[in-house]
Each structure stands twice: as structure tokens, then as C-alpha cells.
T-cell receptor
Framework: GDSVTQMEGPVTLSEEAFLTINCTYTATGYPSLFWYVQYPGEGLQLLLKATKADDKGSNKGFEATYRKETTSFHLEKGSVQVSDSAVYFCALTASGSARQLTFGSGTQLTVLP | DAGITQSPRYKITETGRQVTLMCHQTWSHSYMFWYRQDLGHGLRLIYYSAAADITDKGEVPDGYVVSRSKTENFPLTLESATRSQTSVYFC????????????FGDGTRLSIL
């Protein structure tokens, strides 16, 4: 079946450091890929998405590129802020699926001032 | 305000009791979903619904019942709660296309003693 493997956390960085959170997937066909972010006590919010190979999703300084050849969708940000501290989830919807999301296990990011 | 709301936010109950978690959305989204979030598992799909009166099982449906008599509501019932159902439950909705993001409520934290 479909699956998403995410970099184990937690990740702790200093403010202005470079962030990479790795995400790889297994799915048949052409899935759509998403990054969601969850702040403490809240639900998940869409951070960015990409729907076909070589697409780059971007939002709030975060970027991720859909790499079909390596089945990856790594999340990057050039300079993190304390306000970026949250849990980040990589997810996919498979082509031909009933539209449900398959999630990775999440990565806790803490940014220290 | 438009959005998706879950109630209650917190619930403590005892094993064997019936408990219902409510979910209401105002976007007229056709698809609605229930997930549970447990440490180390990310989010796992319990049930989903493609439209009123149409529901289907997700990855972990055992012990749960859903209904969808109106498009905007999608309640989740635990008919006889067990300790293993202690979790954070999230409701989500979307227009249903593969590329459409899901919008999440703030969650219900359920503890079963």
C-alpha cells in the first residue's frame, strides 16, 4: 500500500539555521504530495503542496520539490525562526484513491533564539 | 465564520461508555474525514464520507461508527469505549479532488479511563 517515511525527530535548531526535513514515499501512479504543519494545541494546516513531478511548492519561506526519480519531497527553509517551532507532516493522496491522506509520522521542530 | 469546528475539545470518559465526537463544516465540502493521532503513528484514517449518506472505512475503523445525514455534519461515535481509543481525534473536509488540500479542525483530546 501507499506509505510515507519521514525523518525521525525531534529536530532542534538555532534561529536563522538552515532546515531540511526528509520525506520519501511509496505509491503507485502519480500521487499528490503535501506538507502540513501543526502548532501546539491546533489542527493541521496546509503548508505547501505539489501535484506533479518537478513541481516546487513554496509558502512562508518553505520549499519542497516533487522528485519522482527519488520518490522524495524534502522540506527546506533557508533561515528558520522561533515561530517555525511546530510538528511537520509529509503526506500524499494517491491517484485513483478515495482522496484520503496518507501521513508520515511527523517531525517535531524546535527553534531556539 | 466559515470553517470546521469540533466538539468537545476535551473529553474524559470510562471504558464501556458510548461517546460521540461532533464535526461541523461550513464550506459545503463534499468529503469529510476522521483521523486519530497517536505518538509515532502520525494520523491514521478512521472513516471518511464522500457525500451525505455515503461513508466508508479507513485504515483503523474497528470500534467506531459514523453517520452523515447532512453534508455539514459528520459525527464519530465510539459505541463502547476502550483505553486503546485514548487519542486525539481530528476531523477534516475537502472538495475531494486529488489535488485538493484537506482542512482540519482543532481536534478533540479523548481520554478513556
Amino acid at each position: 500500500g501507499d506509505s510515507v517515511t519521514q525523518m525521525e525527530g525531534p529536530v532542534t535548531l538555532s534561529e536563522e539555521a538552515f532546515l531540511t526535513i526528509n520525506c520519501t514515499y511509496t505509491a503507485t501512479g502519480y500521487p499528490s504530495l503535501f506538507w502540513y504543519v501543526q502548532y501546539p494545541g491546533e489542527g493541521l494546516q496546509l503548508l505547501l503542496k505539489a501535484t506533479k513531478a518537478d513541481d516546487k511548492g513554496s509558502n512562508k519561506g518553505f520549499e519542497a520539490t516533487y522528485r519522482k526519480e527519488t520518490t522524495s519531497f524534502h522540506l527546506e527553509k533557508g533561515s528558520v525562526q522561533v515561530s517555525d517551532s511546530a510538528v511537520y507532516f509529509c503526506a500524499l493522496t494517491a491517484s485513483g484513491s478515495a482522496r484520503q491522506l496518507t501521513f508520515g509520522s511527523g517531525t517535531q521542530l524546535t527553534v531556539l533564539p | 465564520d466559515a470553517g470546521i469546528t469540533q466538539s468537545p475539545r476535551y473529553k474524559i470518559t470510562e471504558t464501556g461508555r458510548q461517546v460521540t465526537l461532533m464535526c461541523h463544516q461550513t464550506w459545503s465540502h463534499s468529503y469529510m474525514f476522521w483521523y486519530r493521532q497517536d505518538l509515532g503513528h502520525g494520523l491514521r484514517l478512521i472513516y471518511y464520507s464522500a457525500a451525505a449518506d455515503i461513508t466508508d472505512k479507513g485504515e483503523v475503523p474497528d470500534g467506531y461508527v459514523v453517520s452523515r445525514s447532512k453534508t455539514e455534519n459528520f459525527p464519530l461515535t465510539l459505541e463502547s469505549a476502550t483505553r486503546s481509543q485514548t487519542s486525539v481525534y481530528f476531523c477534516a473536509s475537502s472538495f475531494g479532488g486529488q489535488n485538493q488540500p484537506q482542512h482540519f479542525g482543532d481536534g478533540t483530546r479523548l481520554s478513556i479511563l
